[in-house]
């Protein structure tokens, strides 16, 4: 690392992921050596791949800038083997219907649902906790009462064949909320039937999805059209927090030590939020101010020791919820001992916990509000329990960093 290297300090805890499939294009060196995963491809390109059979596509909506109007902001062929992926939809929850044992979500895009049910359907919280179908149907139903729309990715089994155009069914066999869903995506199979080109006028396409008729805008610069190239052995995604960022070698650390290498083809993705970062040294930044950031991706791996991936596409964005970050856990139990000068605590048959300048101690009648406080207590023979949330830092030894924590004395 260099002097460019930014450390992770946490400041007050405002905590803070490619297009033509060619037929015998593979992702890797372009051009001048340069890597690459994916190529840009026109309209009558799109028009030929869907003659030839079945195509998964994702589609990216233009969100902001047409409210009122579907367009497509993206669509991106994948290649041939992910056929066989999941088919899935992102988006922001507007209402939700619920009789007996199942149930319907209402998406922010006009006319789009999701059904479930509390047999077939699996349930997940933001951080990746299986959840109940009582227990899903409440997170939503609270957070539309205080005024939000929750985003959820929904998934379901791969089609046999493309689904009519019109038909607009889409039974949900996964629900994951997902508070970075910020811009509605539709990852679906497709055929001939599916587009329709319009020669004379804009828009230039309407793709026809779930029942839904989506503008392609190409002439007018709005809507990209990209086929990724096929995959290299080593694909792999990647999701965690930023431990540090090297803007000399383009890179970042997440906190379980892996290394993730931007390079001229990485698409950095960022949508509409205000949490969003487009740029890593917008991430180096963030960091310096004492933010936590998540990074979200996908990429090819360059080695396995150390852990390094080459990112195809990723995506940042400022955390604010402890509940929503990976790699987060739940600590509780008696403080076996102290070290004050280390800022560590550790716990009776524990892990130690490391207590940084962004960790929230909870205060309180009967609460020790500093890592001395519990110290003293100790030293004069009293039992200090701690509870909270932490992040782990290092798996040998276990070690967390404190998110949030509140030590109680016992008698």
């Known amino acids: 690392m260099t002097a460019r290297t930014r450390l992770l300090i946490f400041a007050p805890l405002v905590a803070i992921g490619i297009g033509a499939v060619a037929c015998s294009d593979a992702a890797g060196p372009g051009p001048n050596g340069a890597i690459q995963f994916s190529r840009d491809i026109t309209l009558p390109d799109l028009e030929q791949r869907l003659v030839d059979g079945p195509t998964r596509v994702e589609i990216e909506l233009a969100w902001e800038f047409f409210p009122d109007r579907l367009v497509a902001r993206e669509v991106e062929v994948e290649t041939p083997d992910e056929l066989a992926d999941d088919e899935e939809i992102e988006a922001r929850i507007a209402d939700i219907a619920v009789t007996g044992g199942e149930g319907t979500l209402f998406l922010e895009i006009p006319g789009l649902t999701v059904t479930f049910d509390d047999v077939t359907t699996r349930f997940r919280s933001e951080n990746g906790r299986d959840l109940t179908f009582d227990e899903f149907v409440t997170r939503v139903q609270d ?124 698409k950095v993705e960022q949508d509409d939020d205000d949490d969003a970062l487009g740029s890593l040294a917008e991430v180096a930044d963030a960091v310096d101010a004492g933010l936590m950031v998540e990074a979200e991706g996908e990429g090819l791996l360059e080695s396995t020791d150390p852990r390094v991936i080459v990112a195809a596409k990723v995506e940042f964005e400022v955390e604010d919820d402890a509940e929503d970050m990976p790699g987060i856990e739940d600590f509780e139990g008696e ?51 701690a509870d909270g949330k932490g992040l782990v830092e290092t798996f040998t030894p276990r070690q967390l960093i404190a998110i949030e924590v509140e030590f109680e004395l016992r008698p």
């Open 143 to 266: 957070a539309l009462a205080a005024g939000g729309m929750p985003a959820v990715e929904a998934k379901r089994d791969p089609p046999a064949e493309p689904q009519a155009p019109d038909v607009s069914t889409f039974f949900a066999l996964k629900l994951e909320l997902d508070d970075e869903a910020d811009d509605p995506e539709i990852e679906i199979t497709i055929d001939d039937r599916h587009l329709v080109v319009n020669a004379t006028s804009s828009p230039d396409a309407i793709l026809t999805v779930l029942g839904l008729e989506i503008e392609l805008l190409v002439t007018d610069g709005i809507t990209e059209l990209e086929a990724e190239l096929d995959e290299m052995e080593g694909e792999i995604e990647f999701e965690g927090i930023v431990k540090s960022v090297n803007l000399t070698d383009n890179e970042f650390t997440l906190m379980n030590g892996t290394v993730v290498r931007l390079v001229a083809a990485t």
């Open 335 to 385: 403080v076996a001992s102290v070290d004050v000068t280390a800022r560590t605590f550790t716990l009776a048959g524990g892990p130690v916990i490391r207590i940084v300048d962004g960790t929230k101690i909870k205060d309180g009648s009967d609460r020790l509000t500093s890592l001395q406080a519990v110290a003293d207590a100790r030293a004069a023979g009293g039992t200090v329990i």
